[in-house]
């Protein structure tokens, strides 16, 4: 039960005093509209089911973005793409296929970044975690099984080629059900050293069996999939405030190609639709401009939102949203910036009947639209907001299909996210937040993301120049 006791009569009075009568007015809206007005939800069940999922490149993506410019066309929000190129990578065919003990077509797709190449055969051997104490001493030449959820680096997976000689890697998925999981080798958009396959859970387990029972399997690879540039573009709709000073809120608008990206990341598709059309369609006065950014790229590595931070860097943006995968909202992050911590505060305990039950926490994350925006010291959000588990296990997946969105969780959490949205674009105290290089390594280090961001070579600073 609610402890709605705990909270002083007195802070619900303070509250209210907070925001002026058409504030209050333009909140009552916003918030009444994200149930009674919702189009999202029906904007992204027709998106996947005529084109799937959204591959950054892929003719469903391009039909996908039209889909979602001619929506805001209908209701008059500005908008415009902004091209960019970027290392990309196409699926075309990808075949494992078990020749010894028997002959079994393996269900299994390449990683991204596995480039073409001509098919060859090898023993299977099994590596476990892959950390150098589980290789066998005779992996030349041979093609190497890794357990479930293993996330290698380049520099892993080039070691394990050229340390050990494996020549291929089979990955099992960290799911049942025949799912694959699809995902990329890098964040570098360099090719992969070997080839890697995912396959799935339970011939990842048939295929350790073998190994184990001493049958040395033979497994045979082959793929047309290609790496190759990519032209794409980011969708940018703007909502002009009192100043050009704006606020981003960003949600990666690709997918993986397997399922329809319904969750990861449709969601966010939709809430930053809702949100961006909600607010112009109460069309308040607001002090900053609102920038909604879909960006593309993001399953590759970013390189829709990097690109977007590029062509913008004169811009001055004094927070960033970030929609990836938001389910039911229970709290906020303020990502490292100490500064934002009362704002959301302040917002998770304004908000009457839904105010966030969970505590606004201050722990930066790496692998989304967001870390570009970090680097630069840029103030960025994201939420704690969690999707049903039975749902968000098939992501990157085959099961990431719409029936596994929830009209109302959206709802809510459209009417949560314009909320904040409206209120970071009319709190001018957000201005000057950003922070400088020196105090953006320091947040960096802090959270101990420092190295990881080097193990996958997205640490953008410059090591310090050395004293004489
Ligand atoms: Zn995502």
Do not use: C
Request: zero cysteines.
């Amino acid at each position: 039960m609610k402890k709605l006791a705990l909270l002083p009569f007195a802070a619900l009075l303070g509250v209210a005093t907070l925001s002026n009568a058409s504030d209050e007015l333009a909140r009552e809206r916003l918030l009444g509209s994200a149930f009674l007005d919702n189009q999202s939800y029906h904007l992204l069940e027709e998106m996947t089911n005529l084109y799937g999922g959204r591959i950054t490149g892929s003719e469903s993506n391009e039909k996908s973005m039209q889909m979602l410019e001619q929506a805001l066309d209908a209701h008059g929000i500005a908008n415009h793409r902004e091209a960019f190129t970027f290392p990309g990578w196409e699926r075309r065919e990808d075949r494992a296929t078990l020749l010894h003990p028997l002959k079994r077509e393996l269900r299994s797709i390449a990683m991204g970044y596995v480039d073409q190449h001509a098919s060859f055969a090898a023993e299977l051997i099994y590596l476990g975690k892959g950390s150098e104490q589980e290789i066998p001493a005779n992996s030349q030449g041979k093609i190497g099984l890794l357990a479930a959820n293993v996330k290698l680096s380049q520099d892993s997976i080039q070691s394990l080629a050229t340390e050990n000689g494996i020549v291929g890697l089979l990955l099992t998925n960290r799911k049942n059900g025949g799912q694959l999981l699809a995902r990329t080798a890098n964040y570098s958009g360099d090719a992969s050293p070997i080839p890697i396959y995912s396959v799935t859970e339970e011939e990842g387990h048939w295929l350790k069996r073998l190994v184990e029972s001493g049958e040395k399997p033979r497994v045979q690879l082959a793929t047309t999939s290609i790496v190759k540039e990519i032209e794409s573009y980011n969708l940018v709709a703007t909502l002009p405030g009192k100043t050009s000073k704006k606020i981003v809120i960003g949600a990666h608008f690709d997918s993986w190609d397997l399922g329809q990206g319904a969750l990861d990341n449709g969601l966010g598709i939709a809430q930053a639709y809702d949100i961006t059309r909600l607010i112009h369609k109460i069309n308040p006065e607001n002090h900053f401009t609102i920038e909604t950014v879909w960006f593309n790229a993001e399953e590759f590595g970013l390189f829709g939102s990097y690109a977007y931070m590029e062509q913008h860097q004169d811009d001055e943006i004094v927070a960033m949203i970030n929609m990836d995968m938001v389910g039911n909202p229970l709290g906020a992050n303020a990502m490292g910036f100490v500064s934002l911590m009362p704002v959301l505060k302040e917002f998770s305990q304004g908000m009457g009947g839904l105010s966030l039950p969970k505590p606004v926490v201050n722990a930066p994350w790496l692998g989304s639209d967001h870390m570009p925006f970090i680097v630069q010291g840029i103030p960025s959000i994201t939420l704690n907001a969690p999707i049903d588990p039975d749902a968000v296990a098939f992501y990157h997946d085959f099961g990431d299909t719409f029936e596994k969105v929830d009209e109302e969780v959206l709802a809510k959490s459209i009417g949560i996210l314009s909320l904040l949205t409206f209120q970071l674009a009319n709190d001018p105290s957000l201005d000057g937040l950003r922070l400088n290089r020196e105090k953006t390594i320091e947040l960096l280090q802090n959270a101990r993301l420092e190295l990881r961001m080097k193990r996958y070579n997205i640490w953008p600073f410059e090591d310090e120049p050395k004293a004489p």
